[in-house]
C-alpha cells in the first residue's frame, strides 16, 4: 500500500497528442511542455536518429541520399514503429528533463489521445511504442472526447455536445453527452490531405512541381473552403515539368479554393453523417450550442461558413484549436479516478 502511495505521489503524469503532423505533450501541474512536428531525421544506412521535431522538419525535402526524414504518423496512426518509438523517447525525455530528480527515476505515466475509428491492433501499437519509450501506466482516451473537454464543451451534461477535430491526418466527429461518445465519425482526411491536393492542383494547372512544405505554406496564406474578404495572391516557386528549371508562378486564393474541392467536401460529409444519425432530442441541443470546430484544420479560412451553410446549425472555432486536444488530456489527467494501478 505503501509502495502504491509512493508511485502515485512521485510518478510524473503525461498528456501526449500524438498527431500525424504534430506532437504535444502535457505535463500535470506544468501545462504544455512541448509542441513539435511529428518528423524524424535519420541517417539512411545506420538508422541513426539526427534530428526530431522542428529541427528535422526543416531538413524535409533538403536532404542528402544518407540521410531521409520520417513522418512516422499516417492518418492517426502509427505507419512506423520504430522511428515512432525513437520520437516519443525524445519527447517524453524531453518533456521529463524539467521534472525532479527524484520523479524521473520512475517511468511516466502516460495518457495518449488516439483517433476513435483506429483498430485493437493500432491501440496495441501506439500502447508497445510508448511503452518502449519509457512510459509506465498507458491510458488512451478518444480524441474527440480530449478535444471536446480541452476546448471546455460540458461533455458530461445530460445534453448533446458536437466536436470536430481537424487533424493533420484524419477528422474526427462526435456528438458527445454524459461524459460518453453518442455518435462518431473519423474520416482519414485532414490538413495533409488539403496539402496534397494543392501540391496535385500546381502540378496539373501549372506544371510545377512544390514540396511538401511549400504546399502546407500556400494552404496558411491563402487557403479557404468559402471565398473570404481581401483575398490574396502568392508568388510560389518550384520546379517546372516541362523544362526542369526553376520557374515561379503568382497563384489566387480562388484557385487554391478550387484545389481543395476534393478534401473539404469529405469534412463536411463526415460533419452532416453524424448529425443524420444523431438522436433528436441531442440534435435539439445542437440547434442550441452548435458545433466546435478544433485541430489545425479548423482555420482554414471559411470551413465555419460552409458548414453552417451545409448544416444548417451555429459553428465556432475554438480559441486554441491546435492544442484544444493536449488541453483535454490535461484535464483529464487531473482525475485520479482514470488510473487503475
Not at 510524473?12 to 509542441?35: F, K, S
Not at 528533463?97 to 488516439?114: G, S, Y
Request: net charge negative; charged share 25%.
Amino acid at each position: 500500500m505503501g509502495m502504491h502511495f509512493l508511485t502515485k505521489l512521485f510518478s510524473t503524469y503525461i498528456g501526449i497528442d500524438l498527431g500525424t503532423a504534430n506532437c504535444l505533450i502535457y505535463v500535470r501541474d506544468h501545462g504544455i511542455m512541448l509542441a513539435e512536428p511529428s518528423v524524424v531525421a535519420l541517417k539512411v544506412n545506420t538508422r541513426e536518429v539526427l534530428a526530431v521535431g522542428s529541427e528535422a522538419k526543416e531538413m524535409m525535402g533538403k536532404t542528402p541520399t544518407n540521410i531521409t526524414t520520417v513522418r512516422p504518423m499516417k492518418d492517426g496512426v502509427i505507419a512506423n514503429f520504430e522511428v515512432t518509438e525513437d520520437m516519443l523517447r525524445f519527447f517524453i525525455q524531453k518533456a521529463m528533463r524539467q521534472q525532479p530528480w527524484f520523479k524521473r527515476l520512475l517511468h511516466p505515466r502516460v495518457l495518449i489521445a488516439v483517433p476513435s475509428g483506429i483498430t485493437e491492433v493500432e491501440n496495441r501499437a501506439v500502447k508497445d511504442s510508448a511503452k518502449h519509450a519509457g512510459a509506465g501506466e498507458i491510458i488512451l482516451v478518444e480524441e474527440p472526447m480530449a478535444a471536446a473537454v480541452g476546448v471546455g464543451l460540458p461533455v458530461a451534461e445530460p445534453s448533446g455536445s458536437m466536436i470536430v477535430d481537424i487533424g493533420g491526418g484524419t477528422t474526427e466527429v462526435a456528438v458527445i453527452s454524459l461524459s460518453g461518445i453518442v455518435e462518431a465519425k473519423s474520416v482519414r482526411v485532414g490538413g495533409d490531405a488539403l496539402d496534397e491536393a494543392i501540391t496535385q492542383y500546381m502540378r496539373k494547372n501549372h506544371n510545377l512541381l512544390v514540396g511538401a512544405l511549400s504546399a502546407e505554406r500556400i494552404k496558411i496564406k491563402l487557403g479557404s473552403a468559402y471565398p473570404v474578404k481581401d483575398e490574396q495572391t502568392l508568388d510560389v516557386r518550384g520546379l517546372d515539368i516541362v523544362s526542369r528549371g526553376p520557374k515561379t508562378v503568382r497563384i489566387t486564393a480562388e484557385e487554391i479554393r478550387l484545389a481543395l474541392q476534393e478534401p473539404v467536401p469529405t469534412i463536411s460529409d463526415a460533419v452532416r453523417g453524424t448529425i443524420e444519425h444523431c438522436p433528436p432530442d441531442l440534435l435539439a441541443d445542437l440547434v442550441d450550442r452548435g458545433i466546435m470546430l478544433a485541430g489545425g484544420g479548423a482555420m482554414l479560412a471559411g470551413l465555419d461558413k460552409l458548414l453552417t451553410e451545409e448544416t444548417g446549425l451555429p459553428v465556432f472555432v475554438s480559441d486554441e484549436p491546435l492544442n484544444a486536444v493536449v488541453k483535454g488530456a490535461g484535464i483529464m489527467l487531473q482525475e485520479d479516478s482514470i488510473w487503475t494501478a
